[in-house]
């Protein structure tokens, strides 16, 4: 069954969550596209989005429809060769809004999952929490009677636990979307020995249908991205730990954040980009690597700021919640004091940031479209590792750190290529290089 079949119906649950939102909508997109083109009867395609909130279902319905609006003013001149032969539509408005209506027309909100029983492809988008994942993976299946294929967003559990767990086998694939779905362009795909070659193959045509850019991953506990970036948050916090016996912790925080953000030149320093994942997230993910890979993961810094009841994450509007940072917008203003129990102004550290954080002419905004960005970045890095002030060593270090890590998944045999890392830190956390670019 090729994949515009499959397409005909169609099921995500965990539906209204951050990324099962941005999911609903690449699928409403394509789906209502091929309907529109097709000029199928409406009912020929169904979307089932299922979510226990009924809150979060009701804003998943406002979002849907004002991004499907613009989805169809941007295709309006093949919406306008779809619906040539219907007289009454005349004016882009008229197109527009006849699509938009006809997209919503094959949608469904439900809280419950009786609508998954003929769905073809089943997309689980819930949270990172391995029990969680098992039992609503058994619940579909029983509930599913056309033996559709299944897959999960998880970014951290191994699929061939999930598909044992569960009783899938081969029905089940690893399709991790990068947050926000609707906007990165990178899809993780993990297939195990048992995945089904055809359902492979389906998503692989899926991953080109939605314009995304696929990596392959083998089935070990965290993949590439969070085999990366986790090991990662684990140096980092186990760094400024060891800065704290010479200055304080939220010192120590702000410092590293700093460094990886304004010397390494990343869209975010690693703190903050915690913040954005989610303290709690970073720390469940972690500890099931742990369990997985027996290797220790977890670090008692993301545990401490969870019992003092900061979690960071985002909002469903994109709008960032305070965690290591607490935030104007999506600028940091104030740094949690663990201490103290309170944020700090961030002013209150600046001093010894002079002193210890080196100033450099480049940043990640002024490199990110600049033609001339491979040669610059050679230049800055030739900068930064001819210095030995403390930002410049601590930055030559964490590199070398980056790289080992990245050099550790090949030899672990979760992926075979360096050059597969690189493309997981370019396109799915927008850093400008990647590790087998480094001096």
């Known amino acids: 069954m090729d994949l515009d079949t499959k397409l005909r119906n169609v099921a995500v649950v965990g539906a209204a969550g951050k990324m099962g939102q941005g999911i609903s909508l690449l699928l409403a997109q394509e789906m209502a596209n091929l309907e529109a083109r097709q000029l199928r009867k409406v009912g020929s395609y169904r979307l089932h989005l299922i979510d226990s909130s009924e809150s979060?279902?009701?804003?998943?319905?406002?979002?849907?429809?004002?991004?499907?609006?613009?989805?169809?003013?941007?295709?309006?001149?093949?919406?306008?060769?779809?619906?040539?032969?219907?007289?009454?539509?005349?004016s882009n408005e008229q197109i527009v809004n006849a699509f938009v209506e006809g997209a919503m027309d094959m949608l469904s909100f439900k809280t419950n999952l009786e609508n998954v029983q003929q769905s073809q492809l089943i997309f689980e988008a819930i949270s990172e929490n391995e029990s969680a994942k098992v039992n609503l993976l058994r619940t579909l299946k029983e509930r599913n009677q056309v033996n559709g294929w299944f897959l999960t967003n998880t970014s951290s559990i191994p699929i061939a636990f999930l598909a044992e767990k569960s009783g899938l086998e081969d029905r089940l694939i690893g399709f991790h979307f990068y947050n926000p779905p609707?906007?990165?362009?990178?899809?993780?795909?993990?297939?195990?020995?048992?995945?089904?070659?055809?359902?492979?193959?389906?998503?692989?045509?899926?991953i080109q249908r939605l314009n995304k850019s696929a990596v392959h991953a083998n089935d070990i506990a965290g993949f590439i991205g969070n085999g990366h970036f986790m090991r990662e948050v684990y140096y980092a916090c186990t760094q400024v730990q060891s800065w704290s016996y010479t200055m304080e912790l939220e010192e120590a925080i702000f410092l590293m954040d700093s460094l990886t953000q304004k010397v390494l030149l990343r869209p975010m320093g690693i703190f903050q980009l915690i913040d954005y994942v989610g303290i709690d997230i970073c720390d469940q993910i972690s500890n099931i690597m742990q369990e997985h890979l027996k290797e220790p993961l977890q670090n008692s810094l993301l545990q401490q700021m969870l019992q003092a009841g900061i979690k960071g994450g985002q909002n469903l509007d994109g709008s960032q919640k305070n965690g290591f940072f607490a935030y104007e917008g999506n600028l940091q203003k104030e740094i949690y004091s663990l201490k103290e129990g309170r944020y700090r102004p961030l002013t209150e550290l600046e001093a010894n940031y002079q002193d210890k954080i080196p100033k450099f002419s480049l940043s990640w905004k002024s490199l990110q479209n600049d033609p001339q960005k491979k040669a610059k970045l050679h230049q800055h890095f030739q900068e930064v590792f001819s210095q030995d002030n403390w930002g410049a060593k601590n930055a030559q270090v964490y590199l070398q750190h980056s790289q080992e890590i990245a050099q550790l998944l090949v030899k672990q045999g979760v992926t075979s290529s360096l050059a597969d890392v690189d493309k997981v830190l370019e396109l799915g956390f927008f850093h400008l290089y990647g590790v087998s670019q480094l001096p």
Not at 76 to 81: A, F, P, T
Not at 184 to 200: D, F, G, M, S
């Open 182 to 206: 609707a906007i990165q362009q990178l899809v993780e795909v993990i297939a195990t020995k048992k995945t089904a070659p055809a359902l492979l193959s389906v998503a692989s045509d899926l």
């Open 56 to 90: 979060g279902l009701a804003g998943l319905k406002k979002y849907l429809k004002e991004h499907l609006k613009k989805f169809a003013e941007r295709k309006i001149i093949s919406l306008r060769q779809y619906f040539k032969s219907n007289p009454a539509l005349i």
